[in-house]
C-alpha cells in the first residue's frame, strides 16, 4: 500500500486531503528513543505526547457511558480516530487545527508513521456499527497500538500489520460494540504486549440509564495472575526501559 497522509482540520470537519510525505530524518530519531507521556482523557481517549508530537486519539462527546467525564478538550498536532461514533469521533471543539486521521490506511506525520488497521466495530460482520480503525505507531521509543472499539477477533492479516506492540490499548467493557472481558483476554493473547492499557470500561462517569459496559473489575478477575499496575495519576511516564517483558495491566485514575 502506498504510503500517504489522509488529514483534514478538525475545525473543518471530515474532509480528506492527499498531503505529501512529512518529516525529516531529526524527527524520526526523535521519535524513535526517549520517552512517552500518556494522559488518560476518559473511556478510550489518550493523549500521547513523545519527540516533541502531541496526539490525541478518540475524544468523544459526553454522552451514554461518558455522560460525566470531563470533555478532552486539549491541544495536540494530530487526532487519530477509530470510528465517526460520538465516543470515539468526536472531534468539533478541539483548540487550534489539529490535523485528522480517520480512515485505515499507511500515513506519516512528523516523522512518524502510522498504521490504520480496519477492523469490525461489531459481531456482525460491520452491518451494525461499521468499520472500526485500530492505529499503530511508534513515539518517544515505544511501539503503540490502539485498538479502539474493535469487536471481532484479530485475524492472522490483521495481527502481522498489528505486531507486537509495547503497549496495547485494549476496550474490555464489552456491550454491542467492543470487546468484551473474554474477547479482550484473547485479544491479550494474540497480540502478547508487554503492556496492558484497559479501555471503554464501566466507571462513575456513565450514565447508569444507557451504557451497556462492564466495569473494569470484571476483565481483572478473569486476569487472575496478571501484574496489575495502579497509577494514581491521569498521567504515566513508558520508556523502553520500565516495560514488563512479561506483560503486566496498567490501570490509570481519572482526573476530573
Known amino acids: 500500500m502506498k504510503r500517504r497522509q489522509l488529514i483534514s482540520y478538525a475545525g473543518a470537519g471530515l474532509v ?14 526523535a521519535q524513535s528513543s526517549g520517552s512517552l507521556s500518556v494522559q488518560w482523557l476518559g473511556h478510550s481517549c489518550f ?14 462527546r459526553a454522552i451514554g457511558c461518558t455522560a460525566k467525564y470531563r470533555p478532552p478538550k486539549v491541544t495536540a498536532d494530530l487526532v ?4 465517526q461514533l460520538l465516543d ?6 478541539l483548540p487550534g487545527n489539529p490535523k485528522l486521521i480517520y480512515e485505515p490506511g499507511v500515513y506519516e506525520f512528523q516523522g512518524i508513521k502510522f498504521q490504520g488497521i480496519a477492523i469490525d466495530h461489531d459481531r456482525k460482520g460491520g452491518k451494525q456499527f461499521g468499520i472500526n480503525t485500530a492505529w499503530g505507531w511508534k513515539q518517544g521509543g515505544i511501539s503503540i497500538l490502539h485498538l479502539g472499539g474493535a469487536a471481532a477477533p484479530i485475524s492472522i492479516e490483521q495481527k502481522i500489520l498489528m505486531g507486537r506492540p509495547d503497549v496495547a490499548f485494549i476496550p474490555v467493557g464489552g456491550g454491542a460494540k467492543a470487546y468484551n472481558p473474554q474477547e479482550a483476554k ?3 493473547q494474540v497480540l502478547n504486549p508487554k503492556l496492558i492499557i484497559p479501555t ?11 451504557c451497556d459496559i462492564s466495569p473494569l473489575d470484571d476483565f481483572l478477575t478473569l486476569m487472575q495472575g496478571v501484574n496489575v499496575r495502579r497509577n494514581n495519576s491521569d498521567t504515566l511516564a513508558i520508556s523502553s ?3 514488563p517483558e512479561n506483560g503486566a495491566i496498567q490501570v490509570f485514575s481519572y482526573k476530573s
Do not use: M, W
Open 88 to 93: 470515539e469521533g468526536a472531534v468539533e471543539g
Open 16 to 29: 480528506t486531503a492527499l498531503v505529501t510525505e512529512l518529516g525529516s530524518h531529526l524527527q524520526a530519531n
Open 241 to 243: 526501559g520500565n516495560l
Open 200 to 210: 471503554q470500561y464501566r466507571t462513575e462517569a456513565a450514565d447508569t440509564a444507557t
Open 47 to 60: 493523549l500521547f505526547t513523545g519527540g516533541g508530537t502531541k496526539i490525541i486519539v478518540n475524544p468523544f
Open 80 to 83: 487519530l480516530i477509530s470510528s
Open 186 to 188: 484473547q485479544a491479550v
